[in-house]
């Protein structure tokens, strides 16, 4: 049982994804995929296209309809009332051409069962104040977009939920997005957006979900999934000989989270950061391991992104 209205700030999770699975006919879009939403984040789901980012948001919506699995929005079961704590830009709206920005967004008011004291506020925060009597044919990519989102503003909703919200914008209009979804994350709001692009996520988000083919690869603190990792690259003797011993040595090494083989060398990465080159050296010399390459090298997040999403990878 549920009872009484819920602070945002007061619950562990604002959503809460568990084992949710899609199936569109025989297409399993979405697999037993589970995660939480913290308060006053910045959510990132990111992903490949067809990973199924569209079709979690739409079930989280109730637009779609979850195969198994559930999800809860502030620690209780969906319901409409919820619904409307919740800003929502899954597609682009369809505004009046050849009306101004404020009369789109009185019938969007009017629609949406909202007042129409809401507007000005609305339209403060998205910086269109001053052009609120043009019509929105004139406006640029970027106040189209802007646009869109105060639509969502509309009856001041703790939670936004935006899919691909730069897609199809100018740069321009893209850092505008951008900016403005970092000013709506300071007034607290809490904010889910899916995207393909890892830069997007990285910029603007606190956390993130990494889907690929419907399933989470990994979710969490941007700063932990996405972490630019360093990670030591050593060669030893010719063949493979030299290398089986350099691995078994390494796996002796403390500290050691993994070591896998690249090319003709041995990649060794580290729990907690990475012990001096000199120390490693005499550590391979003590095994009776004598080096021919050590390297530090470090990891982009563009190549981990690729790694975790390419689709031969089975981990
Ligand atoms: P994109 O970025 O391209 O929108 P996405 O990550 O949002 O991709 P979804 O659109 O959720 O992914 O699609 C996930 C999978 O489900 C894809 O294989 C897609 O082809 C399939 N799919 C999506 N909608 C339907 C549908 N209505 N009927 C059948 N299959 C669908």
Redesign the pocket.
């Known amino acids: 049982m549920y009872f009484g209205v819920h602070n945002s700030f007061n619950v562990k999770s604002i959503l809460s994804i568990q084992s949710i699975t899609k199936f569109?006919?025989r297409?399993r879009?979405l697999h037993q995929v589970s995660f939480e939403v913290p308060p006053g984040s910045v959510f990132g789901v990111l992903?490949?296209?067809?990973?199924?980012?569209?079709?979690?948001l739409g079930i989280v919506m109730n637009v779609l309809h979850a195969s198994e699995g559930g999800y809860s929005w502030f620690g209780e079961p969906p319901s409409e009332r919820q619904r409307q704590k919740i800003g929502t830009l899954l597609e682009t709206p369809n505004f009046y051409h050849y009306l101004s920005g404020e009369k789109n967004l009185q019938i969007a008011a009017a629609i949406k069962g909202h007042g129409q004291e809401d507007i000005p506020r609305v339209l403060e925060i998205v910086k269109l104040s001053e052009r609120k009597h043009s019509p929105f044919s004139t406006y640029s990519l970027g106040m189209k977009q802007r646009l869109a989102i105060a639509s969502c503003l509309l009856g001041n909703p703790s939670v936004l939920v935006f899919d691909?919200p730069t897609n199809g914008l100018d740069p321009v209009g893209i850092a505008e997005t951008r900016e403005l979804i970092r000013d709506l994350s300071k007034e607290g709001k809490t904010i889910i957006l899916?995207s393909?692009l890892l830069d997007e996520v990285e910029k603007v988000c606190t956390h993130v979900a990494i889907?690929r083919k419907?399933q989470l690869l990994m979710a969490g603190d941007v700063n932990e999934v996405l972490m630019n990792e360093d990670f030591i690259e050593l060669g030893a003797g010719a063949g493979a000989g030299g290398l089986e011993k350099l691995r078994a040595a390494l796996s002796g090494l403390p500290g050691v989270k993994q070591v896998r083989d690249h090319e003709q060398y041995v990649q060794v990465f580290f729990e907690n950061g990475i012990m001096d080159l000199g120390g490693i050296n005499q550590y391979c010399f003590d095994k009776g391991v004598v080096l021919n390459h050590l390297q530090l090298r470090k990891r982009s997040l563009e190549s981990k992104f690729m790694e975790l999403t390419d689709e031969r990878n089975p981990n």
């Open positions: 569109y006919g297409i879009a992903g490949p296209n067809g990973s199924g980012k569209t079709t979690l691909e899916a393909h889907l419907g």
